[in-house]
């Protein structure tokens, strides 16, 4: 009775064991009852009636990646291109992911190859190296739609490379080292130009600032002379001023003056210690007695004559016509 007991008791431990069952977080497990699908479990504790339901599939409804290998494709141009690529799916559905499609991971991938293919294939070579983003779209678009019956949700397919061919990418190369110099070229010969026309803008303003100045020069050289002119003209007035009142005394007393300097200029020769040159006594005369009036006059009117003294002889009457003068210099022996 006893062992009866103890088996009893075994059975309902087993039994208890088979019913609960544990989903782990981050994954649904598919409930079959005498092999059809009921229920969905989600995580957390459940219990099954043991040896009527059982653990279908465990699916995972994490984000997953799918990693697409190497394919070879012929674009539009007939150019053999190598790509690989990576998928983002997660499964929002569990039963249509187990039982909708045998095997979820081989579907999507030989789904997104097919896809891969056709869009690369429709275009050229230059396209399918320049419009990664349009090609991820596309891709993104045609496989989310074909795999939303399985209860899958694409959330990015990604290209990772692209290997053009050896011949094509030296090509490549050449055509890109050409255009950098190009545009090497091209901004060289737009620096030249800027620095010409900077040169000639500052030669420019150069010219019109010296333009400017000359202009500056001449006027005040102008405004000179006008000031110079107007002073002459006020010195003439004041002679005129001046002989108009004292008559021919001023007029006597200038001419003196100017014929003095002039004779003084005779004597600095430097080639010549005596010079000889013609001299009008008369006029000589009567310069100088023009100059002892007006001296006369200066200091009150005293009567008398001016004796006047010519080469140390005073009183001396010079004789009329043409003489030989001699200005002896100093240092002369």
Known sequence: MEF???ALLFLLVVFLI?????????YVYTI???GKFTIAAQPGLHLIIPFID?????????EQVLDIPGQEIITADNAMVGVDAVVFFQVLDAGKAAYEVSSLYQAIMALTTTNLRTV???MDLDETLSKRDEINARLLAVVDHATSPWGVKITRVEIKDIRPPHDISEAMARQMKAERLKRAEILEAEGDKTSSILRAEGRKQSAILEAEGKREAQFRDAEARERAAEAEARATQMVSDAIAASGNQAINYFIAQEYTKAVGKFAESPNAKTILFPVEATQLIGSLGGIGELVRDAVGGKEGDVTTSVGGRSGQQLPQGRARTSVPRSGDS
Do not use: D
Not at 18 to 26: D, E, L, N, T, Y
């Open 4 to 6: 009866v007991l103890i």
């Open 18 to 26: 088979m019913a609960v069952r544990v989903v782990k977080q981050g």
């Open 32 to 34: 079959e009852r005498l």
């Open 54 to 62: 059982r653990v279908g599939q465990k699916v995972n409804m994490m």
């Open 120 to 122: 690369m294939g429709s």
